[in-house]
């Protein structure tokens, strides 16, 4: 998954000359990227709660599908061109990567197997819709290298995915489930989401009941959040139904905290929570980066369960390259979007538009990687932070007032949200910002 960036510039043409990792030297000089993340735009139906670039697919016979397979290739095969591309993980999301059809599926795979692009990977995601799994899709996807899916379930009860404009039978997830685990992957990933309008402590209970029988080795699980200019949000300002009471909610994240924990679920990530290795003797794969050459306290090693290592990435602020309309980039401080328009990305024949491109000063990396780390619940390395945080840096005086409150502590050498602090976690950051 990744988040949108806000599209506010237009990048003229030129300004790919100022980002080093796209040029002709950067193939030799740089190392690579370390996570690939792929945008598959088709959905078959727009959530109304979602807030990613996604395009219905109703168009005769999927034609666009063919098209969009064929510039996509034509993006992989020129960023391979341009830089060492052999990240050590990749994600494909949506849209509903699960929508496109076997025979583009096929070629997509040959593509990043013949440029050699899956040499180093140690953990491949593919997002699914319960309602587009199949048994022949998940053997092609198996056979090309995937070992991990995320499958969209966002609650099992009706009348909740209802009200998200979510159309799938809550009984594909348990189908859908078994066609990957006989597909041979045995890591994956259910999403559930809570605060919906209408739920209760009761329902979101049976949620989470449901979604550990079926064995996931990962849940994440998001409160409900308006984003601006979605089918809900809208539909909330017209009064056709209220936000949840914020003590409900809370109460509501505490059930999932708990229950989860009492699984054998390690939260590793205020929203995610991954089965510990125990769980029937296997140990998720490792891998390893640094940020700039600052160890980061190793998340992406061997941990204590199976993390989802793509997000890490982004939560420990890596290298990782996005290919497809919409996909966000960050290189060596460097960060751009491609341009979320369908149209204008298949009419591009060589570099795909892009849009927010920025160097980020070394004051505002520091920033959004303290921000991202406190997400973590390991949080953020002290020795990180003494290192990169003056003495009269003002946020000192906050950390100590937020430790104060009982907000942030210190532990086994990192500054972390306590459990207090994650109720309000986003207010905690934004003080720190």
Aim: proline share 7%; hydrophobic share 40%.
């Amino acid at each position: 998954m990744q988040r949108p960036l806000p599209q506010t510039t237009l990048a003229n043409p030129e300004s790919i000359s100022r980002i080093p990792c796209l040029q002709p030297s950067a193939k030799t000089e740089s190392r690579s990227p370390h996570a690939l993340y792929i945008h598959i735009p088709f959905c078959f139906h727009k959530c109304h709660y979602c807030d990613f670039y996604s395009i219905v697919d109703d168009s005769p016979a999927g034609d666009r599908q063919e098209v969009f397979t064929d510039r996509l290739i034509t993006e992989l095969r020129l960023r391979a061109g341009q830089m060492s591309l052999r990240p050590l993980t990749i994600f494909i999301g949506g849209g509903t990567p699960t929508l496109l059809r076997p025979a583009l599926w096929t070629r997509l795979l040959a593509c990043l197997a013949d440029l050699g692009i899956p040499d180093n990977v140690r953990e491949w995601t593919v997002e699914a819709n319960p309602e587009t799994v199949t048994p022949e899709l998940m053997g092609l996807l198996a056979a090309g290298g995937v070992n991990r899916v995320s499958l969209g379930a966002q609650s099992f009860q009706p009348e909740l995915l209802k009200t998200l404009e979510r159309w799938h039978d809550p009984a594909n997830v348990a189908r859908a489930a078994a066609m990957v685990r006989d597909a041979g992957i045995r890591n994956y990933n259910l999403d559930l989401i809570f605060a919906i309008p209408g739920q209760t402590l009761e329902t979101l209970k049976a949620d989470i009941d449901a979604a550990l029988a079926l064995e996931p080795t990962h849940i994440s699980c998001y409160g409900l959040t308006y984003e601006p200019n979605t089918a809900m949000t809208k539909r909330l300002e017209l009064g056709q139904f209220k936000p949840m009471p914020e003590e409900t909610e809370r109460a509501m994240y505490e059930l999932v905290l708990d229950k989860l924990a009492a699984a054998g679920f390690e939260q590793y990530e205020v929203s995610n929570f991954g089965r510990r290795a125990a769980w029937r003797g296997e140990t998720p794969a490792t891998l390893t980066h640094d940020e700039s050459g600052d160890t980061l306290g190793g998340e992406l090693g061997a941990g204590p369960a199976y993390r989802c290592r793509h997000n890490l990435v982004y939560w420990t602020n890596g290298n990782w390259l996005g290919v497809g309309p919409s996909a966000a980039s960050h290189v060596d401080g460097y960060r751009w979007k491609n341009q979320a328009h369908l149209g204008k990305y298949l009419d591009s024949k060589a570099e795909p538009p892009i849009v927010d491109l920025e160097h980020l000063p070394a004051e505002r990396r520091t920033g959004e990687l303290l921000m991202l780390r406190l997400r973590l619940r390991r949080g953020a390395p002290e020795a990180w932070l003494r290192a990169n945080l003056g003495s009269e840096d003002p946020r000192w005086k906050t950390i100590d007032y937020l430790r104060e409150i009982g907000m942030l502590e210190w532990g086994e050498g990192h500054l972390r949200l306590t459990r207090k602090g994650l109720f309000v976690a986003d207010a905690v950051i934004r003080e720190l910002l």
